[in-house]
């Protein structure tokens, strides 16, 4: 086993275990993170002491183990708050669908929901469940609204279960989970410091009171970069259009509705922006007139006199000494040959680039990167795991042009 964390750089995680048989496969897990000097400190939920001694997990991690959210013992006081303070993550596995519906609507019944609800850390978790639980609707619903939230879903996969039958729902193997665990502690905040301004969503150019111009865009991919630029630890500005979405925890929502507003928020921003990342889908034209009356309906033709929006990536990329910049492109048909003529237009160094009939509104896309060095493909993807792999190459860019700018 490869070991990743050094002794020096000692991490904290929280390893939060519910009720399910995949419990005793997350003794073996403790006693991996601790042998690879991670400080484990374990908390269960009533039900996984029914699957697993608590005095197990006491014994591989060297640490009293949190049960109950009553105790009034003086070295529990408010552990629902102090136990994920210093925590550099919470690691929730395995993740029974009733864990999950709970911290899916903000309850904190016990110790272990409680403590994730009053965190200010990541937290991970490992799914484990019979496969008509994980298929079912309300679990399907309840993990899109943690992905949304910035929880990290680590599987589940496929194969036999506990209970006999085949399908989704067993709990990523301890290997798996081990090697998540350590790559996210160390790539954890990469971008520390670093102000990164993000836009999403659409943009809506009215007609008149009642009607506009829009674009098909959910506002799903910029949420998800944003929440990623937070997770690796830059400060956020999220400058957004309409959409129907719970903004990420980020330093600063800044709420849109046309092109203009956009603009105008991006250019009040950008002199303390490092790098700026343009996901929205601008409406390319706004109404030259819009009529301060609803339009009345008749029979005759109507002819709309429209107006080129500014480009605000094109603005922001051609400033003397321009943020890091990165555009996305939305295309129906050749990705290559159009994203390679966008990033050349707009002066990008990274364009990534979806076919717009498989990504709009959708949960999921594979996106591909366009840089100097060529193309990146990264397969089909939840948009937040997505977003995590475009942050860690932005990043990987930006230090490396930073690098050479100071050889210069
Ligand atoms: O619409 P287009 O395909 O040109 O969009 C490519 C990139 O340019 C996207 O990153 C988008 O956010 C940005 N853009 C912009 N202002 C516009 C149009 C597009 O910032 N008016």
Redesign the pocket.
């Known amino acids: 086993m490869t070991i990743l964390v050094s002794a020096e750089s000692a991490k904290r995680i929280v390893l939060g275990v519910t009720g399910g048989v995949a419990a005793y496969k997350v003794a073996e897990l403790a006693r991996l993170l601790t042998q690879n000097a991670i400080e484990v400190q374990t908390v269960m939920t009533e039900a996984a002491c029914q699957f697993i001694a608590p005095a197990t997990f006491q014994s591989l991690t060297g640490r009293p183990v949190y049960t109950n959210l009553w105790e009034t013992n003086a070295s529990y006081n408010m552990a629902h708050i102090h136990l994920s303070r210093d925590a550099d993550m919470i690691l929730v596995a395995p993740a029974s669908a009733d864990f999950i519906a709970k911290i899916a609507n903000g309850l904190a019944d016990d110790l272990l929901t409680a403590l994730c609800l009053a965190r200010d850390c990541q937290l991970l978790i490992a799914p484990a469940m019979n496969r008509q639980m994980w298929e079912h609707p309300a679990t399907q619903r309840n993990v899109s609204r943690l992905r949304q939230d910035g929880v990290r879903i680590l599987g589940p996969a496929s194969g036999e279960q506990a209970c006999g039958e085949v399908g989704m729902g067993r709990m990523l193997e301890v290997d798996e989970l081990l090697q998540t665990v350590q790559s996210c502690l160390l790539s954890n905040r990469q971008l520390a410091g670093k102000n990164i301004l993000v836009?999403a969503g659409p943009t809506y150019e009215a007609i008149d009171p009642v009607r506009g111009i829009t674009n098909k865009s959910s506002g799903k991919m910029g949420y998800a970069v944003a929440q990623a630029a937070v997770e690796a630890g830059a400060s956020v500005t999220l400058v957004s259009g309409p959409t129907c979405l719970a903004p990420p925890m980020v330093n600063k929502f800044l709420p849109v509705v046309s092109?203009a507003d956009m603009l105008q928020a991006v250019q009040a921003e950008i002199s303390h922006t490092d790098i700026f990342i343009?996901?929205?889908?601008?409406?390319?034209y706004r109404s030259v007139n819009a009529s301060q009356q609803k339009i009345k309906k008749s029979d005759k033709q109507l002819t709309l006199e429209l107006h080129p929006?500014?480009?605000?990536?094109?603005w922001v990329a051609s400033l003397p000494e321009p943020p890091f910049c990165v555009?996305?492109?939305?295309e129906t048909d050749d990705l290559e040959q159009n994203a390679a003529i966008?990033r050349a237009q707009?002066k990008l160094p990274l364009l990534a680039a979806n076919l717009a009939q498989e990504t709009i509104g959708s949960d999921e896309s594979e996106l591909v990167l366009f840089d100097d060095n060529g193309e990146h493909v990264l397969p089909k993807a939840p948009k937040i795991e997505q977003a995590r792999r475009l942050i860690n190459h932005v990043q990987l860019l930006y230090y490396q042009e930073h690098q050479q700018h100071e050889k210069d």
């Open positions: 836009t092109a343009s996901v929205a889908a601008v409406a390319d929006n500014p480009d605000i990536l094109m555009g996305f492109a939305a966008k707009k």
